[in-house]
RNA sequence: GGGGGAUUAGCUCAGCGGGAGAGCACCGCGCUGGCAGCGCGGGGGUCAGGGGUUCAAAUCCCCUAUCCUCCA
């Protein structure tokens, strides 16, 4: 234990903020005091701390988060809830991979965030380095990254003093234990750390490209990193460790970037009006330091899974040394299982399923490496889901989403356990078939065999290897390699690249005039143009013609949000007509007109009559409601897994997205379709209220993931049926909705289903359609619709007798066909040779009638064509005995067929050939004996 | 987002340009003391759907749907 004897300095406690006791007590509520860990930093606990030799204070990972949230909101951040792990409106991102991605719209300027200050526990996934989980300390593809963030308010000198503070004195690390990095040119972030902090100068380093911190164009900027040093013991020996070295030494604990500059398009870097803070650090890394254990998975975030995973194999954890070859030993096993299955707990509570595309197909990645690891440990059997309940212990506290959700996660990964179990066997199959084939030759398996059994079957190469070396066979992995970097390199090449952040700046972030929405009730209002637009300039008027942008200082119009699409309609006033095209919102939150002067001059200050498309609209909140309606049948009839994944409502009909797996089936869209139509019949009144978050909550308000709501909510409520968080137009009552009709259900990606319906007007003329339909057919079959069921069913049957009768009957006639045709064979040199010329008879035809004449004659030639108006067909049968003799069917009709315009070929034994010229058959077909006497001779 | 594959009888699958097949299951007849009993006969198919190429498509090409699988 080196940490005790290189402890050196007692904390100073009382430098311990006086408002600490307020917070404490907050904090102390949130968590039952049987808790093991105390939060008070008093003396009295520091002294029992230090007596057992440990120079810091224990805390829960949960202790952790808490005390960081808590820290920064009593330094005025507003706590934000840890964001879903699918990126919402951001398609550069697979997944948020940190703290500050959820965040990006207010680094860059598309929206301005309700407070200045923000603090976070967000979770993350990473999955780069996915091969190293498991055989390092710190390497994991979920993890939780605490950050505290400043939108042009505080800068690196509270980021820093704030960071010190926490690390010193509320973790209580040992000041002497912390060194940090600076930016070369970073002189500032340097006189802060050595004057005001009083950080020696040998403990602060300067770097270059680590200590920058840029993606692309945008915002960018220094950074600064705190590195905790865990002792000699932990190092990799070298003279020149420090700071930022690969090996486990020098841990960095904590990012501190100073965003300050925008990176032009030219490559060169202007400094930026509102700087921005942006700080991250690893939750697991530091509980592996507070907790004083080696490596992040021996921390309580990890360590229960890895104990239910030895109590499930037996075999237990292998207990840390400091031995390197810990990482490879069995313990890497267990480290790969409790990561990944945490990593694809929390993806499927954000409602991303296995699957063979993006998000789902990593999940499913994920899912098999740690059911390999689990074989690897002895574990035979599906175990994979008993793991998730234990997360939800772990971390369900604090991240809700998987307490709720969990029976359903649990289900999820055991059927993906099943499936897997399933591949493996297959795939063994098929690999024990090839190999079969080389043992005998001695030969080993090649790259391109075992990458098929890889690539098309999933059956990981290792297992080949394994099951080939067991048959003495090796397996070219070289080559195997190669066709997996052609793989790679293919999919790289597809993928275009849109990373980074685009500073957006211009008129519109200047447009701070309020503007308010009175259109839940409104669809007129008398309102003044507080502010107009064009092509991004301020400007004081708009003529006929041309298009722009502008605010109005009250406005009816809804700006498209929550999936309704905006209003239209027009602005009017004097001797000004202005058509509304188009409502966004402004990044100050304020509804954006897009709008085209029709005639005459808008002038800013100007009095208009502003006047939505009542129709539309009214169309609109009908199939916005129903939309409701429909989130609420799914989930009871499909389960609570079903999550909104998107939503389109217009007027004439609306789209709903939503996370299930597999298709629906009939009865279930039925059975969905019916109970909105219930709800619609029974007329419930639409109630809109505002309240704040944790009331709507309480109330059961379905709220979305990743989708930001300030304190105070808006809460739709359709009687006592449908409850959601939401702030579009909506019916008051839902009789108005009038009928609701599912028109489609398709498949739009791995795991998210899509239904489209309409409602009102639209089902109306939805409905008369599929009518006319059945009018239609049911005239063309002479009956009603009531009948047509029937009458198909009868013709059916009927169909299905005349084609039995036409088949004997056609039966009949070939034998009696067949009967006269013998008499024509000819004798060719010995050879039995029939060759007729027919009418109107098909190829299958043709080859029933070969085979009744087969049965007649001795071994023989049979030759038969057919003409059909502008056809011809020939059939070419050729006896075994005959083949011997040098006599070939395919080659016959190959002679045959172009003297009537035609090509053919086929068997020894059978030969078929199609032509067009009908006038040739009787010369061809008297060829014939020539034909074949020709042939014998060659033989 | 980009690849590789699958879809054929109730089930498991073969066939991969030229007569739609096997095993199991099912029905009938006969034999048979047990193990998945045996023999003979039979029914059952829009070869996923749609378009194309070809004299000819289950088979080759394109599109769609569903599923499996790999890569980012």
Known sequence: MGLAVIRVVPRDNALVPVGMGAFLRVASAARPPSNA??????????????????????????????????FFAERGHLVFPSASLVPRDDPTLLWINAGMAPLKPYFDGREIPEKPRIVSSQKCIRTNDIENVGHTARHQTFFEMLGNFSFGDYFKQDAIAWAWDFLTRYLEFSPERLSVTVHVEDDEAYELWNKNVGLPSERIFRG???????????????????????????????????????CDRFLEVWNLVFTQYNKEPDGSYTPLPKRNIDTGMGLERVASILQDVPNNFETDLFRP??????RLCGVPYPESSSDASHHTSKAADFKIIADHIRTVTFAIGDGVLPGNEGRSYIIRRLLRRAVRSGKRLGIEKPFLHGLVPIVDEIMGEDYPDIREKREFIMRVVRLEEERFHETLSEGEA???????????????????????????????????????????????????????????????NARQTAEGMNALRGALENLTTKSQFVGYHDFEAQSVVTALVRDGVEVQELKAGEEGELLL????????????????????????TVLVEDVSKAPHGQNLHHVRIESGVLLRGQHVLAKVDKSLRQDTTKNHTATHLLHKALREVLGTHVAQAGSLVEPERLRFDFSHFGPVHDDELREVERRVNEAIWRDDVVEIFETDLDKAKALGAMALFGEKYGNRVRVVKAGDYSIELCGGCHVTSTGQIGMFCITAETGIGSGVRRIEAVTGKGAYLYVK???????????????????????????????????????????????????????????????????????DLS??????????????????????????SDKVAWVVSVAPELQKRGLHAGELVKRLAPMTGGKGGGRADMAQAGGNDVGGISKAVAEVPRLVKEAAADA
């Not at 900027?221 to 020996?237: A, K, L, N, Q, V």
């Not at 009250?554 to 001797?575: E, V």
């Not at 009957?809 to 039995?832: C, M, S, W, Y």
């Open 305 to 310: 899974l890895m104990d239910e995973t030895s």
């Open 208 to 246: 270059t490209e680590d200590n920058f911190w840029e993606i692309g164009e945008g915002p960018c900027g220094p950074c600064s990193e705190i590195f905790y040093d865990r002792g000699e013991e932990y190092g990799c020996g070298s003279e020149t460790c420090q700071p930022g070295c690969d």
């Open 553 to 576: 200082d009250k406005t009816p119009f809804y700006a498209q949000s929550g999936g309704q699409i905006a209003d239209r309609g027009t602005l009017s006033g004097d001797g000004v």
């Open 430 to 492: 098929l690999l024990m078939r090839v190999l079969e084939g080389l043992t005998e030759t001695g030969q080993s398996l090649s790259g391109e065999d075992a990458f098929r059994l890889y690539d098309t079957y999933g059956f990981p190469i290792d297992i080949t290897e394994e099951i080939a070396a067991e048959q003495g066979v090796t397996v070219d992995r070289e080559a195997f390699e190669r066709e997996l970097d052609a793989q790679r390199e293919r999919a790289r």
């Open 37 to 70: 860990f105390a939060l008070k930093p008093s003396l009295s606990d520091a002294d029992s701390k230090s007596l057992e030799g440990s120079p810091m204070k224990s805390l829960s990972g949960a202790q952790i988060r808490n005390l960081y949230k808590q």
């Open 769 to 839: 359609e599929r009518e006319a339909l059945l009018a239609e057919a049911a005239s063309q079959l002479k009956t009603n619709p009531a009948e047509l069921p029937a009458r198909i069913s009868r013709l059916q049957e009927e169909m299905q007798k005349q084609r039995s009768e036409l088949e004997s009957a056609t039966a009949r006639l070939h034998k009696n066909r067949a009967g006269e045709l013998v008499r024509d064979v000819q004798d060719v040199g010995g050879i039995p040779v029939l060759s007729a010329s027919l009418k």
């Open 843 to 868: 190829a299958p035809e043709m080859r029933n009638l070969v085979d009744q004449l087969k049965v007649l004659l001795p071994p023989s030639i049979i030759v038969l064509a057919s003409a059909t």
